[in-house]
């Protein structure tokens, strides 16, 4: 069956345009884009292709129905009236979560039990079931969400967010989610025949999403997914979905990709992390202090999450890093250099006023994202 459905990319503050980008490179280019998520219909190949391939999206859901409700009564029928039984079986596990934002049904338990009572009774009356739903089957997770009085259902594809790629068997203090990782080397103009260096690897999440989007190999590739255990999408929509990702890998293609850190214990998890997601020969690593980087290439990127200094006692010695790492760094002015932080005196500590700075969140932490385009060497273009 491959009706349309409407699809639901969500994304990080910041990162919406990026996943609308990404959902637009897989075909699909009718997008809306709202805060924090990317809307389009597509059929349900879609479902698979999209949560083996956005590298910068938090899930994927499907659209159930979308309605206007101000009293309980409205919240009940209208749930009750959308086709349920087209998506979950008989057997289906569905809990029910919620959030409510400036509507007068503002009580989420409330409206979660409601929700749910109104699915009961769908399934219970198209299935032909008089007494109670086993839910001992597969899992169709299902959000109200409800703001200014509008409420949308949906049932969530993904299951694990997409940020768990399940390469990362390790990992240090405070690490870069996956999803963040891939959008701060997509929002470079790194190419592949290009050097690539993290200064402060921790658990190697930047390097090994650079090294993924490097070979062009799918994000999720070696994951399973909410939805490939429900019964209306043909297992042969996976099977052709993961098909195309194994004939898209370009496991080929050099790489010049390194990541180091001042810590031997976060670069040995880096290494095991780089050997789980299949990468172990593609990414050098090394036990070194940032302010040690030396390349003799004559142009590469540098992409970086350091420390911020949140903690009471950090900030003196993190802005000594920044301070060090500047004074390293403007002797490569062929180099792009691409920063991390939450810190808002990084430019004056750095040394150096950004070409561009993007404001994005890592998890709840307002950061800026400081980028510094090199010039080419031959032409003195930047980069």
């Not at 993924?212 to 297992?235: D, K, V, Y």
């Not at 001042?262 to 997601?277: G, Q, R, S, T, Y």
């Not at 290439?297 to 903690?311: A, C, H, K, L, T």
């Not at 002015?333 to 561009?356: D, H, M």
Request: proline content about 3%; hydrophobic content about 40%.
């Amino acid at each position: 069956m491959n009706t349309k459905v409407k699809l639901i990319a969500t994304a990080a503050m910041g990162l919406e345009a990026l996943v609308a980008k990404e959902v637009r490179q897989l075909g699909y280019e009718d997008t809306v884009v709202e805060n924090g998520k990317v809307i389009f219909e597509a059929d349900h190949h879609a479902i698979a292709r999209c949560n083996l391939w956005l590298r910068t999206a938090d899930r994927i859901k499907l659209v159930v129905g979308e309605f206007q409700a101000t009293t309980y009564d409205e919240l009940f029928e209208e749930t009750k009236a959308l086709p349920w039984e087209r998506y979950i079986t008989e057997d289906g596990k569905f809990p029910v979560t919620g959030k409510s934002h400036k509507s007068k049904l503002f009580s989420v338990p409330d409206c979660q039990s409601i929700v749910k009572k109104a699915i009961v009774e769908k399934l219970k009356q198209k299935h032909g079931i008089a007494n109670w739903l086993e839910e001992t089957g597969a899992e169709y997770k299902i959000e109200v969400a409800l703001l200014k009085d509008n409420v949308l259902l949906t049932l969530d594809t993904s299951g694990a967010g997409l940020h768990k790629r399940g390469y990362r068997i390790g990992q240090g203090d405070a690490p870069l989610k996956e999803t963040l990782a891939a959008a701060l080397v997509q929002l470079t103009n790194w190419r592949v025949d290009e050097p690539f260096y993290d200064l402060f690897c921790g658990s190697g999440t930047i390097p090994i999403e650079a090294a993924l989007i490097g070979q062009n190999i799918a994000p999720g590739f070696n994951r399973s997914f909410a939805a490939e255990q429900w019964e209306f999408i043909s297992s042969s929509v996976w099977e052709k979905a993961l098909e195309e990702a194994e004939d898209l890998a370009n496991y080929d293609q050099p790489l010049a990709i390194y990541g180091s850190d001042l810590d031997p214990k976060v670069v040995e998890i880096a290494k095991n992390n780089a050997i789980e997601a299949g990468l172990a020969d593609l990414v050098g690593w090394k036990q070194m202090e940032a302010a040690d980087f030396h390349s003799r290439q004559e142009g590469g990127y540098i992409v970086s999450n350091p420390p911020y200094g949140e903690r009471i006692g950090d900030k003196q010695e993190v802005e000594t890093i920044y301070r060090n790492l500047g004074a390293v760094l403007k002797n490569y002015p062929t180099w792009s250099i691409y920063i991390l932080t939450a810190n808002e005196n990084f430019e004056a500590i750095f040394g150096q006023k950004a070409s561009k700075k993007r404001k994005l969140f890592n998890a709840f932490i307002k950061t800026d994202y400081y980028q510094y385009f090199g010039k080419r060497p031959d032409n003195n273009i930047t980069r």
